[in-house]
């Protein structure tokens, strides 16, 4: 038996933190919060010139973890940024599929097999964002880890292992 693909992130352990220098890197977020507790996933939205945009998100572990994590970082001072961190319901499509790829390494998975774990978009545009994220992932026609059929499947690693 298999273990069950990670689920849609759990609400209330989601934060979005704004204000972060624009050289911030990923691994620096990810760091800087382990402070708080167990960070299981983090992302610095990219801008345009390859910098970040000067925010991110950040899932805790927990969302007492969360909380933790909000207040002692909110008004926090990187870089002569001061950060804003407040507890996000949910981060764009684009980002869940990202973040359920990332937490599911390793294994490939249809697009309705994705979709089926990311929130509602708010809007059409939003969920378009989603599906060009996936192009950008490695694809194939393989077995999808999850529903098992046979169709394209997309991953993040160009190595991963199809369901027997
Ligand atoms: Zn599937």
């Keep these: 038996m298999d273990v069950a693909p990670k689920r849609e992130s759990r609400s209330g352990s989601t934060l979005f933190v704004d204000g972060l220098p624009p050289s911030f890197t990923n691994l620096q977020l990810k760091e800087l919060f382990a402070v708080a507790g167990i960070v299981l996933w983090s992302r610095v939205v990219a801008g345009a010139t390859g910098q970040g945009s000067g925010f991110g998100y950040v899932e805790m572990n927990t969302p007492d973890e969360a909380q933790k994590a909000a207040k002692t970082f909110d008004g926090y001072k990187a870089g002569g940024c001061s950060l804003a961190v407040m507890i996000s319901n949910r981060a764009p499509q684009a980002l869940q599929a990202e973040r359920f790829l990332e937490l599911n390494l390793g294994k ?23 599906f060009s994220y996936l ?30």
């Design 108 to 130: 490939a998975f249809c697009e309705l097999c994705i979709r089926s774990h990311l929130e509602t978009a708010a809007s059409p545009t939003e969920l378009l964002d989603g």
């Design 135 to 164: 192009y950008e992932c490695h694809r194939c026609q393989a077995i999808c880890f999850e529903c098992h059929k046979l169709t394209q499947v997309f991953a993040i690693t160009p190595k991963f292992s199809a369901q027997d």
